[in-house]
């Protein structure tokens, strides 16, 4: 099982830094290529780019919890949930009863 983690191509775990504006000032994000991926991705189906995703998380986390420490960080666990949240099985609705449930 580790050749495939051991055997991916270095170029997805090279770091890439971008710069970003948040709340108006532009900073500068150094990321996994992977993870720049998975937020474009992530931006694209929100019919926006990786830098207003970006933007907009940042002040939404903001809203929520006053600060961001690290930022680096936000955005690759941003990118696990989502992740995540992919790959769980979707809920079905039970007919009897109309309760939502996990698929086993």
Known sequence: ????????????????????????????????????EILDCLAAEQGMSAGRFISKLYS????DKGEVPNL?????VACAVHLHLRAAPAPVQDASTGASRRRA
């Open 60 to 63: 939404e986390v903001i809203a």
């Open 1 to 36: 099982m580790c050749h495939v983690y051991a055997s991916t191509d270095p170029q997805r775990y090279e770091s890439t830094t971008r710069s970003v504006r948040l709340q108006g000032s532009v900073t500068s994000v150094r990321l996994e290529n992977e993870f720049w």
């Open 72 to 76: 680096a960080s936000m955005l690759r």
